[in-house]
């Protein structure tokens, strides 16, 4: 029942239409137009499943017929020089259970709920304290560079026990990391810094231990200290990136609609903000990897055993079914009042983001202060002009320059 | 409604407590779910529903019935 393409199968990572920054590229968009699953092209010249359809991207996902372990053949990699770097010491993202499940259990403590809901005043801290500095700087002034990324990175600095001083080298390496552009050689040296970097730190952590993240994963004998670092990785990197381009992307577009914007000053719809522009800007535009274990069954596809599927996590978030009807706005466009629980943008299954609490609470936090606190905030050039990182594997604006 | 979770299969998201604090906790440890010993309010069955289809380990088992049936303890088995 395998289904035969009828139109050109796109090659991936597809392209933004830089027309409509918001949007995912457009190839993702007509290939759900065109049914749930489609076939597409990786960099590398093989072909692959791209999965647009909500059902069948929880399915990809939760479902362990399809691995996420990086060393399984035929699995798909979606930017250059990936294959030989993640395969070398997979983080736990990149592993299949039980060995995902024990090495994510060892820091599932941190980012309990309760744990991250004692971290709000912390949190409230570090965002008051950004805006402080941007606006005692003036206008205009780069919303990403003196809020947006500042904030997640001190929060993560702050868990991890990793000090702030650092965060320029390790700020600039993790971009490197997920930039598609990048060269293998630049990706592999990224990479092996911040590894060496927190493996040090781990050993140093051992001697004078703090209350953090770290501190915990190396007083354990149960872990090399490369899968320390490779962890500690992770989080650095998961935990700035995403949330820095959420913050971002987030405020582009809530500048676009201020009259929405005000819903963010009520206590009660706030969370429920949130969880519609995670639903609509959905970051992680480049999709989640896994490849098939068995021949499965997906919708009216057969997707053998060995074949790679890429789950296309924006355009499952735009499920009209799902998300529209009633009297809501067409689900690609931001609609605040939106019930949108059921999106996917932090994935799905026993992968699912770690960190969604803590990323919750820092996007309400930051967002609601923002414009609470500067109620004039606008754009300080045309929106054309904003450029997206439509190279890089979390998407975003490179900068946002504001005024207030 | 009957609901029963089954620890082997929580991953610690949390979803399932931001969709319904008052009936699903969290251990303090691992982060594991458990659920109030008392069966959810009427008011609380469609977030319960959902929480159960959010859940992405799969962990939360809703049976619908005769109301009020209780509460299923911690595992499926019991
Ligand atoms: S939603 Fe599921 S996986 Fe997450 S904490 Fe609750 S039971 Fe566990």
């Not at chain 1, 480049?286 to 919708?299: I, M, Q, T, W």
Request: proline share 8%; hydrophobic share 40%; net charge negative.
């Amino acid at each position: 029942m395998t289904s035969t393409p009828t139109t050109q199968a796109p090659l991936l990572p597809a392209r933004h239409d830089t027309r409509c920054p918001f949007n995912p590229p457009p190839a993702y968009t007509e290939a759900a137009a065109t049914g749930p699953v489609s076939r597409a092209e990786l960099p590398d010249g093989t072909s692959c499943w791209l999965v647009t359809g909500y059902q069948e991207v929880r399915t990809v996902l939760s479902d362990s017929r399809f691995s996420a372990d990086v060393r399984r053949p035929g699995f798909p990699f979606l930017t250059t020089g990936q294959r030989e770097i993640l395969a070398v010491t997979p983080s736990f993202v990149r592993l299949d259970d039980p060995e995902h499940a024990r090495l994510r259990r060892m820091v599932t403590g941190d980012f309990l709920i309760k744990r991250v809901e004692a971290r709000r005043p912390a949190i409230q801290r570090i965002v008051d304290e950004a805006l402080d500095r941007m606006t005692a700087a003036g206008a205009p002034a780069d919303l990403v560079t003196h809020f947006a990324l500042p904030v997640p990175s001190l929060v993560i600095c702050l868990l991890l026990g990793v000090p702030y001083a650092d965060r320029e080298a390790f700020q600039e390496r993790s971009r490197l990391l997920l930039s598609i552009e990048a060269g293998r050689e630049e990706t592999a040296r990224a990479r092996i810094e911040l590894l060496d970097y927190l493996g040090e730190l781990a050993v140093r952590k051992r001697e004078h231990p703090g209350d953090d993240i770290l501190s915990r994963l190396a007083a354990r004998d149960d872990l090399t200290p490369r899968q320390i670092a490779t962890t500690g990785v992770l989080l650095l990197v998961a935990g700035h990136e995403t949330t820095a381009n959420m913050i971002g992307l987030s405020t582009a577009m809530l500048l676009r609609h201020p009259e929405q914007a005000a819903r963010l000053a009520d206590p009660a719809a706030l969370p429920g903000a949130v969880e519609e522009l995670l639903r609509l800007l959905t970051i992680a535009h480049a999709g989640v990897p896994r490849v098939a274990l068995e021949d499965v069954e997906l919708g009216d596809t057969l997707v053998r055993a060995g074949e790679g599927v890429i789950a296309m996590l924006s355009t499952a978030n735009r499920d009209e079914e799902l998300f529209g009807g009633g009297d809501r706005l067409p689900t690609d466009e931001l609609d605040l009042d939106r019930d949108a629980r059921r999106h996917v943008a932090f994935g799905f299954g026993v992968h699912q983001c770690l960190g969604q609490p803590l990323a919750r609470a820092e996007l309400q936090i930051a967002l609601a202060t923002l414009f609470r606190r500067l109620p004039g905030l606008r754009l300080a050039v045309p929106e054309s002009e904003l450029e997206f990182r439509t190279e890089a594997v979390i998407y975003g604006p490179k900068s946002l320059p504001v005024a207030w | 409604m009957q609901v029963s979770v089954d620890p082997d299969r929580c991953c610690s998201s949390g979803q399932c407590v931001m969709t319904v604090p008052g009936f699903f906790e969290q251990d303090d440890e691992d982060g594991l779910v458990r659920i109030r010993p008392t069966a959810p309010e009427p008011a609380q069955y469609a977030d319960v529903r959902l929480a159960a289809e959010l859940c992405p380990g799969g962990a939360i088992t809703v049976t619908e019935g005769a109301e009020p049936v209780g509460h299923a303890g911690h595992g499926p088995a019991r």
